[in-house]
């Protein structure tokens, strides 16, 4: 019984790590950006302090960094999609989670017009 028991949970597992590994070289080969836009990723940060802070407190880790998911800071291929669906969506799904993305995307103290700057930043096309 405990031997069933075990091979069931690894089959579980193998199909899971399958299903895993299939997903993320799904995400990850849609339109990578370039070496550009990957650099400017890593150190931009908005020109106003405030947004700044909170940039590099709450979003950095996911959106300047290019070994997640999350759409690049200055990667208009990226962005535009999803600016196209308009601000009041993005604060939304921003505000409630989305994919990988906590809610409030880790800035629990954030505003309306905090996000929205923040986005705004985001979606700016990068500039090398
Ligand atoms: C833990 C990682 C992580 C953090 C921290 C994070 N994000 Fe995200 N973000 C993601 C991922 C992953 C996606 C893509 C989600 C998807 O498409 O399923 C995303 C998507 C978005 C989107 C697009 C939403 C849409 O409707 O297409 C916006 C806007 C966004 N993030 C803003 C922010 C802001 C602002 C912050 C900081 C306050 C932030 N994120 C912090 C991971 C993160």
Redesign the pocket.
Known sequence: MMRFNCSLTSALWAIFALLAITLSTACTNTSPPSEDVIEYARSATPDNPETAE??QR??????GNGT????LTGDQTA?Q??ME?GMD??????VSG?????P????MD?NAA??QA??TF??TPAQN
């Open positions: 909170i940039y709450s979003c950095m880790a996911c959106h997640s998911d999350a759409p962005w999609p999803r669906k969506t993005l604060l939304n799904n921003v989305m994919g990988g993305m906590p409030y995307g880790l800035c954030c905090d996000f923040l986005i985001m979606a």
